[in-house]
């Protein structure tokens, strides 16, 4: 899909009708790495890539979902959180691109069960994955969305 039509159809999917595939699974990896992170730091932080059933039905708010994501990081500030931003909405776009259900998730990082993480790693935001019915078609936008001023 064009990038802009794509940026226009992506939304929040919650819905999982099955796995995703490895093939798909790399291809969303290559999208985080192909992200960015503050001070391009990126031995700061880690990607757990969750499938085991016994860990994600310990996992609170993912909605069944089949695969989740969790970028982790050795501090929890504001460049930190950012940075996972930017990989997480990178993950979401190839998710989408590829016809896969996926939606930022914050409310599982309390309940990520211990040990899953590598050891000095916080979560800092997470996606959840799978395969969906739903079509990606553009939504309708309002510019006043999000309240805007032009300095100019
Ligand atoms: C930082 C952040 C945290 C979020 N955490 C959750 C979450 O834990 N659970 C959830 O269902 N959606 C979560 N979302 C998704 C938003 O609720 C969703 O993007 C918003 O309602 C707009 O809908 P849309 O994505 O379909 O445009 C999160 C989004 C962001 C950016």
Known sequence: METFEMIQSRKSVREYSGQITDKQLNNILLAAN????????????????IQKPEVLSQMNGIYDAPTVIVVSGQNNGLMEGNSAGTIVHNMELEAENQGLGANYNMA?????????????????????????NEAFTPREISLKKIQTNIVK
């Open 34 to 49: 192909a992200g960015s992170v503050g001070l391009a730091k990126f031995d700061e932080y880690r990607l757990t890539v």
């Open 108 to 132: 599982s990082l309390g309940s990520i069960p211990a040990g899953v993480l590598p050891d000095g790693f916080k979560p800092l935001f997470a996606l959840t994955l799978g395969k969906t």
